[in-house]
């Protein structure tokens, strides 16, 4: 489809429980990435892939975030033992050659 | 590192134009300019790459000075649908993996 597909579009969850976003990029494009948006409109580079591997991990807080981007399958982002400063809006892209993103329409999570 | 935007906010009226500025301390390869509604996914506006400059869609267009890593985003004779927040996002000359870092933000009201 043209459209990149983020689900659940909200997520609560417990301090300390576990939390997975997936996104399934639009067909054919190359490259997923992972932004972290907080309440000041603030955006945070997590992770982006091209194809299945990684391609620049650097925003990734590693003790608890991981992601995967496997073929015939949704990418995922998965949050180990959250925390309220992971409260955001967790948005997918994906681009065809990096020349400008798509992006879904998020995933709201909401830790209490 | 994150590109400095301003103003910060701007309301006008339709018919009436606008300027946003994006200002950078790295050098830079590209400029990103997406627009974000409300609890919407932000959506591409326009990219220029170094050593060009290229021209948007409707009556929003951009441009990109590299010596001084700056950009400006030129709305002209405002519509209503032109309301949102716009974000540049930047791609360091260093970087060569898409990554891009996002300025704060303008927020743009048009009044009828």
């Known amino acids: 489809g043209e459209e990149v597909a983020q689900t659940p579009k909200h997520l609560v969850r417990g301090e300390g429980q576990k939390a997975k976003l997936y996104c399934a990029p639009i067909k054919g494009h190359s490259y997923v990435f992972w932004y972290q948006q907080v309440l000041k409109n603030e955006f945070k580079f997590l992770i982006s892939?091209?194809?299945?591997?990684?391609?620049?991990e650097t925003g990734m807080p590693k003790e608890r975030f991981s992601a995967k981007c496997l073929p015939n399958s949704p990418c995922s982002l998965e949050i180990q033992a959250t925390k309220l400063e992971d409260s955001a809006v967790y948005f997918c892209?994906?681009?065809?050659?990096?020349?400008?993103?798509?992006f879904g329409s998020g995933t709201r999570l909401t830790v209490v | 590192q994150q590109p400095v935007q301003s103003p910060q906010a701007v309301i006008l009226r339709e018919g009436e134009d606008a300027v946003i500025n994006c200002s950078s301390s790295k050098a830079l390869y590209s400029v990103h300019w997406y627009r974000q509604k409300h609890g919407e996914a932000p959506v591409f506006l326009m990219i220029l790459l170094k050593g060009g400059e290229q021209k948007g869609h409707d009556k929003i267009s951009a441009s990109f000075n590299e010596k001084k890593q700056q950009s400006s985003l030129y709305l002209t004779a405002s519509q209503l649908s032109y309301s949102g927040t716009y974000f540049c996002g930047t791609e360091p000359s260093s970087s060569n993996t898409g990554k891009l870092i996002f300025g704060q933000g303008t927020t743009l009201q048009v009044k009828p």
């Open positions: 892939f091209q194809n299945e591997n990684v391609f620049d």
């Open positions: 892209a994906s681009s065809l050659a990096l020349y400008g993103y798509t």
